[in-house]
Structures are given as C-alpha cells and as structure tokens.
C-alpha cells in the first residue's frame, strides 16, 4: 500500500460550541446577560414555565380521566418553549412541533385552545387576531414536515426583502428524516432568515438519541448545510434565550441561518398513549429530575434576591388558577360539527370530496369538550 499522507491536505475541520450559565444547582459559570440580570425580565420568564409546567399537569390529568385525547407532555422540557417566547420579535413566526406551549402561550396562543387542539378540535389552531401568535403555524404531529414549510416562509420574508425572522423547531428524531435534510440543505443557499430549533430530548418516543445518530451531536447536522451551528443546555433557560436570541439576531441581519440544538430531558411519557418504563431505565429520569429546568432556574432566581416563597405560592396559585379556567373553557366547548375537518383544509371543496363530507357528516359530532 502506498502512504498518501504526502498528498492529503485538511480542507475542512469544525468545531461545536455548548453554552450554559447556570448549572444543576442554579450557580453562574459566568457573567448573565442583561435581560437575566433584570429582575422584571427574570421574573417573568420564571412566571412563564411555572404556568406551563401546571397546565402540562391538568393536560395529563384530563387524558387519565378520559376528558382529552392523546397529549404530548412538555414536562423537563419548559425552558426551551420560554427561552423561544422572549427571543422572538412580535412580527417573527414561529413554526413548532408539538412541545413548545410556553412559546406559544407567550405569544398569545391560550391555554385552552392547547386543549382543544389535542381534543381533536382544530379551532384550538385559529390563534387570536391582534396576537403574534395569529401569524404563527400550529402544532405539527407530523414529523419534520413543517420543516420545508418554514423554508416557504423565510423564502417570502427574503422576497420581500422583510425584517422578520423564522424559527422552526423539531425533536432530534425528526432530524432523521429526508424533508429536514432538504430545508438544511436549502437554508444557506438561500441565505434565508431562518433559526432551527433542535431538542435532544433523548428519546425518539422508545428510540434514545445515541441510535438516533452516529454524530457526536445534532448541532454537527447544520454544518454539512454550511450553517452557524452550536449546543445549547435547553434545560438552562438564560442560555438557551441567549443563544437563540444571537441567532435570530444573525438571521435579522441577513448574516445566514443557524442551527441550535437545545440539550434536554423528556421526563415524562413520549405522549400519554406511551409507557416509557418499558423501555428506559427509571435510573436514567431520576437523574435527569437534578437536571429540572425550573428547580435550576428558581435557584438562581433566589440568589439573585429576585424571588422569595411568597412569590412562589402567588404564582403557584395563579397558575393553578389559570390552568383550571383552561380546562373549564375546553370541557364547555360545544364539539363542532362533524364535517368542520374538511371546511378548514379547503376553500373549495373538491368534488370527489363531497361524498366524504357527507359520510362524516351523519356519524356525529367530533371535538369539543367530552
Ligand atoms: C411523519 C411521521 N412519522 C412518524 C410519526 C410517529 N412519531 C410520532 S412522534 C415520533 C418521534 C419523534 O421524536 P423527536 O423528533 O425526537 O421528538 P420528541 O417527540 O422526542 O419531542 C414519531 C416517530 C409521525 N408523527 N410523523
């Protein structure tokens, strides 16, 4: 065998960052940026995934009483769906998965329509007017498949020359899939206005991350599409703000897209139609549990002399509170007709449809509270 060393010159290498300011135990490992470091802004993002950790609760508890259908819970994961609520700009759009109600509830999406969403009532989508919800996308179950759809719409931002960003998020399992390739792919191309959101939560429903892919990270992914692409600890909602906010500022910018991968921990079921305890160790989510977002973040809170205990138990009643008005609006939802499933994908019924209309029209009412 000959030695072609000689001949071989390193054309690419690459790096990936990770970024955390605060630790398991709510410690600094450095200096936070402003907004952390100003009480109104900190409270508010605490406030935020309190509430959300309490309406993921009621949510579960309306599917084990047979009041809600299959529900994705958020539980371990809250600080991402913060951070995403206040690094964006009003008139951004944000094109989610399926786990990032914080993010949603931020930008005026109410709790209730969440319920109605997984009660199989698509009015839950029809965000309200007035809100920068109104112009987001809703809940994609489908995996990755709003991926290339958030390419769309950063492709109209950049024709129409606007100062708007996009930020689409999915699970590490979605990253697997052909349609994501496709919009890494085509995001520097284009140079479009565009932030991907990846959260390794470590699990695909039973698949763990680690089979997920032979990369050391998920961040690695952007690169080979020749994007800004860098870890994040998800679990740490001021780094991962921080991060995102960058990134969104580069994309603002016309300076390219970016890849985040938001490092977390799925705590609780894939969705409630799932028993995780049949396939990951119990080991593993006690573990994790030290990990909290919300317990790590209420730390650095009180240190910072920015919340006390009766804080937390206005807050805790509050968003009790505010999670049981949800649960009351959707279970007094009247259902909808039957029919309404084919009135909200199309503005003109086609005609080989009509027959299905009426078909699903005689069988009765679907959604609502029940
Ligand atoms: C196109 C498509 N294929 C398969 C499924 C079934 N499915 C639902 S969730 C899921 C795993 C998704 O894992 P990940 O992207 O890591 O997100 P996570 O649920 O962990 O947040 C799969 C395969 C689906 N919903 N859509």
New binding site residues.
Partial sequence: MTDRSAATRRIASFEIDLTRYLNPDGSLTAEPPAFARDREQARAMYALMVRTRLFDKKAVALQRTGQLGTY?AVLGQEAIGVAIGHALAAEDIFIP???EYAAQFARGVPLHAILQYWGGDERGMAYPEGTPSHHDFPLS?????HVPHAIGVAYAIRLKQERRVVLAS?????TS?GDWYEAISSARIWNLPIVFLV?N?G???S?PSHR?TGAATFAQKGLAGGLHSEQVDGNDVIATRAVLAAAIERARNGEGPSLVEALTY?LHD?TTADDARRYRPEAEVTAAWERCPVKRYKAYLETAGFWSADDEAALIADATAAAEAAAQAFVATAPQAPEAIFDHLYATLPKSMEWQREEVRNRGPIGGGH
Avoid: E, F, L
């Fill in positions: 994705a998965a399926y786990r179950v489908p995996i990755a498949t999915c699970g590490d399992g979605a899939k959260s939560n699990w695909a429903i698949m997920q799925r894939h």
